[in-house]
């Protein structure tokens, strides 16, 4: 199903004894979310941008997720 608006996942594991917590916001690829970026990955040590391969505006898309991201995420290579 398309998501509708932004959907939070949540995930925690241990590694070495060392806790991660993993938290995926999902914006649907809808631009009028975009503004609500910053809010949400303030902080974030990594992204990732996810794609459907069946559905050709999202890799169109891509390229504008990935430069919005660089500009928040400054410190993410």
């Known amino acids: ?15 070495n004894g060392t806790e991660y917590n993993f938290i995926m916001w999902d914006f649907a690829g809808q631009t009028q979310f975009k503004t609500l970026l910053n809010d949400f990955v303030e902080g974030s040590l990594a992204a990732f941008i996810l794609f ?22 400054i410190k993410i290579s």
């Open 52 to 73: 459907d391969l069946t559905r050709i505006n999202t890799i169109e898309n891509l390229h504008d997720w990935i430069v919005t991201l660089k500009t928040l995420l």
């Open 1 to 15: 199903a398309l998501t509708k608006g932004v959907d939070f996942y949540s995930k925690s594991i241990f590694v």
